[in-house]
């Protein structure tokens, strides 16, 4: 991939990373007021917008001309050859409750999930940096990381719970041991690094804005993600879309939580 493109993504997530930071110091509190609604039709948060508002600004200054779809003001059409899969705030919930684990996430790429070429995912609070390039490998703060070829021995997987559980999800959380932490992109990035054994979203709820950056992260790290059902995990690069996700650390983990 064009290295222009990929350092674009950089600065942008970089940018968006300070934006929130300054902007937890100073004005915390307007953090969880809703301020209208994104592109998806749900609510959007002061926080999401001081996000997207400052990685939009950014990218609108580069000479470096991509398309952007994100949650909030949808799709942006530049007539370029690439997109930018933003979710400024992953884990928006985590964010405006105090609650230090959530990330900007980047993912680049034309159509759908499986063209994804570079993916990023920041997190915010802890300024630790997931990356991946397709067929280049998977880094944390530069540092190569792969998924363990066995899970612990006492697996801890990661669950979508409350009103997103399932079946799946509710057999899961009454054998294993579990955890439920609330951005997607960063669980799914755990799991690339062995922190996480699996993560699981039992019902169709994702969208690629969620999960474009870190399931490429993912599978360059040598992890598996598939829907619910067990298939190969894919997507267009729209808002329309949802999807279940389980993902792990390797295929017989996967047929474990799917069966």
Do not use: H, W
Request: hydrophobic share 40%; aromatic share 6%.
């Amino acid at each position: 991939m064009n290295e222009e493109i990929k350092l674009l993504a950089n600065k942008t997530a970089e940018t968006v990373a300070r934006k929130v930071k300054k902007a937890n110091s100073l004005e915390f509190l307007k953090f969880g007021n809703n301020v209208g609604l994104g592109a998806d039709g749900t609510i959007t948060k002061y926080v999401d917008k001081i996000a997207e508002d400052a990685a939009l600004k950014f990218i609108k200054k580069s000479k470096i001309k991509v398309n952007i779809l994100s949650e909030e003001v949808g799709f942006v059409d530049n007539d370029a050859e690439y997109t930018f899969v933003l979710d400024p705030v992953d884990g928006t919930r985590n964010a405006y409750r105090g609650i230090p684990f959530y990330s900007v996430s980047i993912g680049v790429g034309k159509s759908k999930i499986s063209d994804i070429e570079y993916g990023i995912v920041k997190n915010i609070p802890a300024g630790d940096i997931f990356t991946a390039e397709k067929k280049c490998g998977a880094y944390l703060n530069g540092n190569r990381i792969g998924t363990p070829e066995m899970p612990d021995k006492e697996p801890l997987c990661s669950l979508a719970l409350g009103k997103n559980f399932d079946k799946v999800t509710i057999s899961l959380a009454k054998k294993e041991k579990v955890r439920s932490l609330g951005s997607a992109s960063l669980e799914m990035c755990m799991v690339a690094i062995g922190a996480l054994d699996s993560y699981v979203v039992g019902k169709e709820y994702l969208r690629v804005v969620d999960i474009a950056a870190s399931t490429l992260i993912l599978r360059e790290a040598g992890g598996i993600v598939t829907n619910i059902l067990g298939d190969e995990l894919d997507m267009q690069i729209n808002l329309d879309e949802r999807t279940s996700v389980v993902a792990a650390c390797n295929e017989a983990v996967i047929k474990k939580i799917i069966s």
